[in-house]
Protein backbone atom coordinates (compact mmCIF):
# COMPACT_ATOMS: atom_id res chain seq x y z
CA UNK A 1 0.00 0.00 0.00
CA UNK A 2 1.52 3.58 -1.56
CA UNK A 3 1.66 6.23 1.07
CA UNK A 4 1.74 10.01 0.77
CA UNK A 5 3.90 11.65 2.90
CA UNK A 6 3.20 15.80 2.71
CA UNK A 7 5.04 18.81 3.99
CA UNK A 8 4.77 22.94 3.36
CA UNK A 9 1.86 25.00 3.60
CA UNK A 10 1.01 27.18 6.75
CA UNK A 11 0.16 30.56 6.62
CA UNK A 12 1.22 33.44 4.28
CA UNK A 13 0.22 37.04 3.35
CA UNK A 14 -1.27 37.65 -0.43
CA UNK A 15 1.38 37.49 -2.80
CA UNK A 16 3.53 35.28 -1.13
CA UNK A 17 4.77 32.00 -1.81
CA UNK A 18 4.65 28.39 0.15
CA UNK A 19 6.31 25.20 -1.59
CA UNK A 20 4.39 22.10 -1.11
CA UNK A 21 6.39 18.49 -0.63
CA UNK A 22 4.95 15.08 -0.79
CA UNK A 23 6.90 11.71 -0.98
CA UNK A 24 5.73 8.75 -1.34
CA UNK A 25 6.97 5.31 0.33
CA UNK A 26 6.68 3.56 -3.03
CA UNK A 27 6.24 3.74 -6.85
CA UNK A 28 5.56 1.00 -8.88
CA UNK A 29 6.98 0.95 -11.83
CA UNK A 30 5.17 1.73 -15.21
CA UNK A 31 2.82 4.52 -15.83
CA UNK A 32 1.57 6.87 -13.10
CA UNK A 33 0.65 10.55 -11.97
CA UNK A 34 0.52 12.60 -8.94
CA UNK A 35 -0.31 15.75 -8.51
CA UNK A 36 -2.14 18.06 -5.70
CA UNK A 37 -6.29 18.73 -5.10
CA UNK A 38 -7.39 21.10 -2.95
CA UNK A 39 -10.52 21.39 -0.88
CA UNK A 40 -12.59 24.20 0.76
CA UNK A 41 -15.14 23.03 3.70
CA UNK A 42 -18.28 22.93 1.89
CA UNK A 43 -17.16 22.35 -1.51
CA UNK A 44 -15.75 19.74 -3.66
CA UNK A 45 -12.48 18.60 -4.12
CA UNK A 46 -10.54 20.36 -6.71
CA UNK A 47 -7.62 19.47 -8.87
CA UNK A 48 -5.11 21.66 -8.95
CA UNK A 49 -2.17 20.40 -10.66
CA UNK A 50 -0.94 17.11 -12.12
CA UNK A 51 2.33 15.74 -13.12
CA UNK A 52 2.66 11.82 -15.57
CA UNK A 53 5.68 9.91 -14.81
CA UNK A 54 6.74 11.21 -18.12
CA UNK A 55 6.73 14.41 -17.04
CA UNK A 56 3.46 16.10 -18.73
CA UNK A 57 2.16 18.67 -16.45
CA UNK A 58 -1.51 20.28 -16.30
CA UNK A 59 -3.33 23.34 -14.53
CA UNK A 60 -6.71 24.46 -13.36
CA UNK A 61 -6.93 27.52 -15.00
CA UNK A 62 -6.83 29.67 -11.93
CA UNK A 63 -3.41 28.73 -11.06
CA UNK A 64 -1.83 28.62 -14.20
CA UNK A 65 1.61 31.46 -14.43
CA UNK A 66 1.22 31.02 -10.45
CA UNK A 67 1.86 27.50 -9.31
CA UNK A 68 4.24 25.18 -10.68
CA UNK A 69 3.93 21.20 -10.46
CA UNK A 70 7.69 19.00 -10.55
CA UNK A 71 8.38 15.53 -9.48
CA UNK A 72 11.73 14.10 -8.68
CA UNK A 73 11.11 10.23 -9.33
CA UNK A 74 14.49 8.84 -7.68
CA UNK A 75 13.47 10.67 -4.43
CA UNK A 76 9.79 9.55 -5.19
CA UNK A 77 8.66 13.35 -4.60
CA UNK A 78 5.89 15.69 -6.06
CA UNK A 79 6.15 19.55 -5.28
CA UNK A 80 3.81 22.43 -5.30
CA UNK A 81 5.21 25.67 -5.93
CA UNK A 82 3.38 28.78 -5.36
CA UNK A 83 3.94 32.41 -5.85
CA UNK A 84 1.35 35.61 -6.08
CA UNK A 85 -0.77 33.87 -4.04
CA UNK A 86 -4.13 34.76 -3.44
CA UNK A 87 -6.92 34.43 -0.71
CA UNK A 88 -9.32 32.63 -3.08
CA UNK A 89 -6.23 29.95 -3.12
CA UNK A 90 -6.95 29.09 0.42
CA UNK A 91 -7.68 25.30 1.24
CA UNK A 92 -6.97 22.18 2.21
CA UNK A 93 -4.07 20.66 -0.28
CA UNK A 94 -4.01 16.68 -0.70
CA UNK A 95 -1.18 14.95 -2.93
CA UNK A 96 -2.33 11.71 -4.52
CA UNK A 97 -0.97 9.21 -6.48
CA UNK A 98 -2.12 7.23 -9.26
CA UNK A 99 -1.15 4.23 -11.35
CA UNK A 100 -2.94 5.26 -14.86
CA UNK A 101 -4.22 1.68 -15.64
CA UNK A 102 -7.44 0.30 -15.67
CA UNK A 103 -8.45 0.07 -12.06
CA UNK A 104 -6.07 2.28 -10.95
CA UNK A 105 -6.77 3.33 -7.11
CA UNK A 106 -5.96 6.97 -6.03
CA UNK A 107 -4.21 7.11 -3.04
CA UNK A 108 -4.24 10.38 -0.99
CA UNK A 109 -1.72 11.96 1.63
CA UNK A 110 -3.19 13.38 5.08
CA UNK A 111 -3.73 17.23 3.66
CA UNK A 112 -2.55 20.10 4.41
CA UNK A 113 -3.24 23.89 5.32
CA UNK A 114 -2.78 26.82 3.39
CA UNK A 115 -3.64 30.06 4.44
CA UNK A 116 -3.59 33.09 2.50
CA UNK A 117 -4.20 36.66 3.77
CA UNK A 118 -5.28 39.90 2.72
Known amino acids: QVRLVESGGGLVQAGGSLRLSCVASEIVSGPNVMGWYRQVPGKQRELVATVTSGGTTTYVDSVKGRFAVSRDNSKKMVSLQMSSLRPEDTAAYYC????????????WGQGTQVTVSS
Open 96 to 107: YYRRTIIGGVIV
